[in-house]
């Protein structure tokens, strides 16, 4: 009877021992190469886009990291909707904006739309989507934080096994590890020698300044930056296509999650919006012949275009947020609101919509008047570009009001898309130098400010030389300054832009 408990009690542990064994997770040949493609496209990432934006290198490593997750999300079984062809084909659309443009500012736009919309393709193409999520912003969260986040580890645990695996992974390791032991002794020894000989001094001095130049410390400070990019990114791609051992988007979970916001009585809610109404419309009354001056091109007594055209617009952005956060009270924290929101509540939001479409008008007509006198600026410019598409995201929320089962997600998605390109691929600083060179030559400008001009990128000093505003020798003054207050000590000269303007100045 002992016996046979003991058998019992053995037979168990092995069995619970073999259980542990099988439960240690396999791992495939894509996932490994995977791991390895996630690491040189972080590295790659951090030189080429967050250091330093290169130009026609920096669209290679997004096209070649769009491509890999795509050859890895098809090997790992996924298909492709027509939705998230689109999606990739406008990823690779926007990757070659860093090949047109010089702007820095620009870029950076350029590298947050590929991240964002990058994440979103992986998401969309694993849940297998066709088309913009009605709840986006619960997608986006997930694409972009949940999975990656919850397999942030994975990466070091695929290494760590293929290493214990691989005799070529031990031997390195144990190479690493006699490095490590020797370091203390050669350095020993080699101070002993120095002390011991100018002549060997002086050439051990050099190759160590040779070895741990600034260069070599800023490529291992990228190293160790991409350390974390490279498991985040890997994180993504094996969560999204491992889609068991998360949490899917659940419409339903999304519906209790707005459900579960609402508890603020739509009368306390209409009592609290209309104060704010109602002042909003004393005040537009109240100063309609300030504001509509702007449509007659006339400047009020007291005032310079600046001034009038500055006060607009802080008044604008303001009012804008403040109609937005009670757009979002109203649609989110009301007891009643989605398809039982009643009719009080959707006049509430079409008249603050109205209202801030009308000051918009008025503002964008401001900014028109100011720059018929003063020209372009990239502020004017991207403070114009902003109020367009505020104006348009107001619009579809007054069409919402009328259309509940519009899918607002996709218009905005979609709008945005198309507004950033159009901004992104219009090479803003071009567009100002032409701009306010033709406004100087017609005589609408007293002056032109080519000090403006010297500042900017290729992309303005290009224009300007075609346009015969500047001469080769202010562009080598500028560019010279530019090398001396370069972060990374070296200015961009890998666009289009740069190599047509060296082209033509050498």
């Known amino acids: 009877m002992d016996n046979n408990i003991c058998d019992g009690m053995q037979n168990a542990v092995y069995m619970q021992k073999a259980a542990k064994v099988k439960e240690k997770p396999e791992y495939s040949r894509a996932e490994v190469i995977m791991s390895a493609v996630s690491f040189l496209a972080a590295f790659c990432i951090v030189r080429y886009a967050m250091y330093n934006a290169m130009g026609f290198i920096t669209t290679g490593v997004f096209i070649g990291i769009i491509t890999a997750a795509i050859i890895y999300m098809k090997v790992r079984g996924c298909t492709f909707t027509a939705f998230n062809k689109l999606t990739a084909a406008v990823l690779y659309v926007f990757c070659f904006v860093f090949s047109i443009t010089a702007n820095d500012f620009i870029k950076e736009l350029a590298a947050l739309f590929i991240f964002g919309a990058g994440a979103y393709m992986i998401y969309s ?80 001095s050099d190759v160590f300044y040779r070895i741990f130049d600034e260069g070599i410390w800023n490529v291992i400070f990228q190293l160790a930056i991409a350390v974390p990019v490279s498991m985040y990114f890997f994180g993504m791609m094996y969560a999204n296509t491992h889609r068991g051992k998360i949490n899917p988007l659940d419409e339903q979970d999304c519906l209790k999650k707005l459900f579960g916001m609402r508890f603020v009585s739509n009368l306390i809610m209409y009592t ?60 989110l924290f009301s007891k009643k609101a989605g398809k039982e929101k009643p009719f009080a509540l959707k006049l509430y939001s079409i008249v603050l919509s109205v209202f801030t479409i009308i000051l918009i008008a008025t503002a964008m007509s401001k900014m028109v008047m100011y720059i018929n006198n003063y020209g372009l600026t990239e502020l004017r410019l ?125």
């Open 272 to 331: 609290a919006v209309t104060p704010i109404c109602i002042l909003y419309v004393m005040f537009f009354f109240s100063q309609a012949g300030y504001f509509l001056s702007a449509f007659g091109n006339d400047l009020p007594e007291g005032f310079t275009y600046a001034d009038y055209a500055r006060q607009g617009f802080f008044e604008l952005c303001a009012v804008a947020v403040i109609n937005l956060i009670v757009l979002c009270m109203i649609s």
């Open 125 to 204: 193409v694993s849940a297998g989507s066709r088309g913009v999520e009605r709840y986006l912003p619960f997608a986006m969260c997930k694409a972009i934080f949940e999975y990656p986040f919850s397999h942030f580890g994975k990466q070091a645990a695929i290494t760590q096994d293929h290493i214990s695996k691989s005799k070529a992974g031990s031997n390195a390791k144990l190479i690493i590890i006699g490095l490590l032991l020797t370091v203390p002794l050669t350095a020993v020894v080699a101070g002993l020698l120095m002390s011991a000989d100018d002549g060997f001094f002086d050439m051990l």
């Open 382 to 506: 991207y403070t114009s570009w902003f109020m367009v598409l505020l104006a348009i995201v107001f619009v579809l929320i007054i069409i919402k009001q009328f259309r509940f089962d519009m899918k607002f997600s996709s218009y905005f998605a979609a709008v945005f898309t198309v507004m950033l390109g159009l901004l992104c691929f219009s090479r803003p600083e071009a567009l100002i130098a032409r701009y306010n060179i033709e406004m100087y030559r017609s005589g609408q400008l007293e002056e032109l400010d080519k000090d403006a001009i010297l500042r900017m990128s290729d992309d303005g000093l290009l224009a300007a030389f075609n346009e015969g505003a500047i001469s080769v020798g202010e562009i080598n003054r500028s560019k010279e300054r530019i090398y001396r207050h370069s972060f990374t000590g070296c200015a961009e000269s890998y666009n289009i832009s740069s190599v047509i303007l060296d082209s033509k100045t050498e």
